[in-house]
């Protein structure tokens, strides 16, 4: 069996959907954010549900393209159109930390809150046009402010993270959190940290924290208190009442960290269906299949235009193609593009199906998430070009593993595309030892006790069955930060300790004057 066929086999078994529950429970989501890839694990996540019996009713800009049995999806998409290849290469390439906050806080911040709020099909939920529920999900990313609707309606509150970490996780659920070791989200450092690493990891967490307090969490506070009554507690309260949160993250590919019982890793839940090259377009796949040493294959994601790359960006690519002895397939959006005669272009591939053809030898990736879980789960090796946010601590980390290497934007010529894809594809050392690792981390990945999707229906099932579960809560979560961090016991133990020094300096003084011998008293001469 080819490798890329074995692992993709694993891989799905790792992430098959969840088996019938005995019990249904009527399941809320809440995911109005525009952006098709943190969805794709909504989606999945819901449709895990609906597999195990239950029913979902979904909030969102991205109804399901074919409706099934006891989904109902509330679409939103006519108020907020989706970002699909919205985002040109400019508008991403150069966001600062700041950049990415002020993106966050004009897509997903205070305003999206009241768009949403007013809309009617949201009135329609809170007023119980869609009848009562169990649980709510909301994501963590942006504001907050969705967790309101747990506290409306009295629900036990779940929380999905699109990411392996996100800053507003700890606060909720009283997770460990601390910079020494654990790498700051969306921070370009990878394994154990120097001293000024540390100090870059520090500012880069107080600076997240700072940042989403300002830039999205207090605004987001006015709107709450605004269309929901002055008595509305803040989102700093509201988060408190999450019973469990969802990451999308597994220490088998990312590093290891404690992990408290309320939340739980689901890493590759979005792969729900066995990839399959028979779902690859047959005039692609043939070409595919005739390719005699190999394909290269190359996407931007779903946010990013391949076509908004620089013109010189986009010549140097194409040069690089033409000298390679691969075929290179090439998601890019405008058909205008001429390429060399072993390149092939298409609007949109099914990257899955793609990525499990025997022939693919590496994948050139702008580093997003769902696709590189998709590359890893099959045992492709890739090659990182990353433009924003979590793509390069991506694709860092998946150097780290020794499955991935990057290249940066920035770089990017004839030259040094040619030398990058020959590490990957030609017969040395360099690409059996990639190719091996990775299908070494494929295995590693599928090699779990039960699969995300399975994982996911039996904590929900679990926090519905123990009314929000409440008991996997940490009494951490909910100490003051100067008991927390134990800032009131210092204070009391150097209390102490002055008050001792102090004592033992007294002391010592008067037993030094005690035991010193007494001077007699000086004379004064007389003056003539």
Not at 513 to 528: D, M, N
Request: hydrophobic letters at 45%; a neutral charge; proline letters at 7%.
């Amino acid at each position: 069996m080819p490798s890329n066929t074995l692992f993709a086999v694993l891989g799905w078994l790792a992430v098959s959907p969840a088996v019938p529950s005995a019990e249904a429970y009527r399941i809320l989501g809440i995911f109005p954010v525009q952006s098709r890839s943190h969805n794709i694990m909504f989606k999945a996540t819901m449709q895990a549900l609906v597999d195990s019996g239950h029913e979902v009713v979904d909030l969102s800009p991205f109804p399901l393209k074919t409706p099934r049995a006891n989904y109902t999806d509330v679409d939103i998409s006519a108020e907020l159109p989706s970002m699909v290849n919205s985002m040109t290469f400019n508008d991403m390439s150069d966001l600062s930390r700041k950049g990415l906050f002020d993106m966050i806080r004009d897509r997903g911040g205070a305003n999206l809150c009241r768009k949403v709020f007013e809309m009617k099909q949201f009135q329609d939920i809170i007023r119980g046009a869609y009848g009562k529920f169990d649980v709510v999900f909301t994501e963590i990313c942006c504001s907050d402010c969705w967790t309101v609707v747990a506290h409306k309606l009295q629900l036990p509150l779940i929380s999905i993270a699109t990411q392996p970490d996100f800053t507003q996780i700890h606060d909720r659920v009283g997770s460990v959190n601390n910079p020494s070791y654990l790498v700051t989200p969306f921070e370009p450092l990878v394994g154990k940290m120097g001293l000024w690493e540390r100090c870059r990891n520090v500012l880069a967490l107080l600076t997240s924290m700072w940042l989403d307090k300002w830039w999205l969490q207090y605004p987001s506070d006015e709107v709450l208190r605004e269309l929901f009554g002055e008595d509305t507690p803040p989102i700093s309260e509201l988060v408190r009442n999450t019973s469990l949160v969802m990451v999308n993250g597994h220490v088998s590919v990312n590093p290891a960290r404690p992990v408290n019982p309320n939340v739980i890793e689901v890493l590759g839940i979005h792969l729900r269906d066995k990839p399959s090259v028979n779902n690859i377009p047959s005039a692609i796949r043939q070409w595919m299949d005739d390719a005699e040493h190999g394909v290269v294959y190359f996407s931007l994601g779903s946010q990013v235009r391949s076509d908004s790359l620089p013109k010189a960006t986009i010549e140097a690519l194409l040069a690089a193609f033409a000298a390679l002895p691969q075929r290179v397939l090439w998601k890019y959006e405008d058909a205008i593009l001429q390429p060399p005669p072993n390149v092939k272009i298409a609007p949109w591939l099914p990257q899955s199906d793609v990525l499990a053809h025997p022939k693919v030898l590496v994948f050139m990736t702008h580093g997003g998430l769902m696709g590189t879980t998709e590359a890893l789960s099959l045992g492709v090796p890739m090659i990182g070009i990353p433009i924003f946010a979590d793509q390069g601590p991506n694709i860092l980390q998946y150097a780290e593993l020794g499955i991935a290497r990057e290249l940066s934007h920035r770089h990017i010529s004839k030259d040094t595309v040619l030398a990058t894809i020959r590490e990957f594809t030609t017969s040395n050392n360099n690409a059996l030892r990639y190719r091996e690792r990775a299908k070494e981390i494929a295995a590693r990945f599928a090699d779990r006790p039960r699969s995300a999707a399975r994982e996911a229906v039996w904590w929900t099932e679990y926090v519905v069955r123990n009314q929000g579960a409440r008991h996997l809560r940490p009494l951490g979560a909910d100490l003051p930060l100067h008991q927390y961090l134990l800032l009131d016991v210092v204070g009391v133990f150097l209390a102490a300790a002055a008050a001792v020094l102090l004592v033992f300096v007294a002391a010592l003084k008067k037993v030094l004057r005690l035991v010193s011998p007494k001077q007699p008293p000086r004379q004064k001469r007389k003056t003539q």
